[in-house]
């Protein structure tokens, strides 16, 4: 949403640029653009107060652009704090401004229905798969891809290693070099093979090697001769999939209902366990522990040998933080 209110007001694009600003005030190396992020905010709840009838919205966003300022050691537990208040808060403003939470494995499989006659379904996932990877991760990384780029411009020029560097801004052990994101790549559709391609070339090495399991280009190239490239990554560019309204076990939800379409009528032996079963096993896991979880500092660790989608994992990260928002 921009600030001029005289273009018509959209709910969904409006909280959509929130959840972006957010991510930037939120993100470990973005400092730079903090100030005008929160500057940015300031601004919306303006408009949204000009606009009328955005009362609660209006509250919300000012009180999330005025949290750093009441929030002390910014540069480690102060980002946390402010990231955990957004968190909670994102969820009303959504419902203040009435929009509605999308079905995630609903808008993924419309790219899947894409390609019907183009592929067999059996192939859907060797698709829809890697290119929700694709826009986790490119979602995940935007926050910080000013500061990437820009810090990677300077350590080329002096021959550092990125990795000592990139993965300190990004806050994950990964990141990205290149100029493209999924939304940048539909800008320009005669180039859009060899965009993607420069895209996957310019993450860390650790990622390149998940897409080279996937075989994604010779993925790519199938899309483009079949004509479907375009619209595939289009759709998955207007798909939500930031870490502040889509969280890790709203992925792992999303991921397991997709499997589930994708495995209808396959072997038994090639389904995956319930989420409900998953989450009748996360509480007999964390039975008798709840008291032991509320202190503060509180740290668990879980294996799960059997992973598969990850399910394990984030039912149970979501138990913890049930019982303690600062326990890990």
Request: with cysteine; charged share 25%; net charge neutral.
């Amino acid at each position: 949403m921009k600030t001029n209110m005289a273009k018509k007001f959209s709910a969904q694009e409006c909280f959509d640029e929130i959840v972006s600003l957010v991510g930037v005030v939120a993100s470990p190396g973005a400092t730079a653009q903090k100030a005008t992020s929160l500057l940015r905010l300031r601004e919306i709840a303006s408009g949204l107060a000009a606009a009328g009838g955005h009362a609660e919205a209006h509250r919300l966003v000012i009180e999330i652009a005025d949290r750093p300022a009441a929030t002390s050691n910014w540069p480690s537990a102060g980002k946390q704090d402010f990231a955990a208040f957004a968190k909670a808060a994102l969820p009303r403003l959504r419902e203040a401004l009435g929009v509605p939470k999308p079905n995630l494995a609903d808008l993924i499989w419309k790219s899947a229905e894409l390609l019907t006659g183009a592929f067999k379904p059996a192939e859907y996932r060797r698709v829809v798969l890697p290119l929700m990877v694709l826009r986790r991760l490119d979602c995940l990384l935007l926050p910080t891809k000013d500061a990437v780029l820009a810090k990677h411009a300077e350590i080329s020029a002096k021959g550092f290693q990125p990795a000592l560097f990139l993965g300190h801004i990004t806050g994950f052990p990964f990141w990205n070099t290149s100029p493209f994101t999924v939304a940048k790549l539909i800008d320009a559709p005669d180039n859009l093979r060899d965009n993607i391609e420069a895209m996957v070339n310019g993450f860390s090495p650790n990622v390149r090697r998940i897409f080279e399991k996937f075989g994604f280009m010779a993925t790519v190239d199938k899309l483009e001769e079949k004509k479907r490239l375009y619209l595939v990554v289009r759709n998955f560019a207007h798909t939500p999939m930031d870490a502040l309204s889509v969280s890790g076990h709203d992925m792992g939800q999303a991921f397991e209902e997709l499997l589930r379409r994708f495995n209808e009528g396959s072997p038994s032996d090639e389904q995956y366990t319930p989420r409900d079963v998953i989450h009748l096993m996360t509480n007999i896991v964390f039975d008798g522990d709840d008291e032991a979880l509320r202190v503060p500092g509180a740290i668990r660790t879980m294996s799960d040998c059997t992973a598969g989608t990850g399910g394990m994992l984030s039912e149970g990260h979501e138990k913890i933080l049930s019982f303690n928002p600062n326990a890990r």
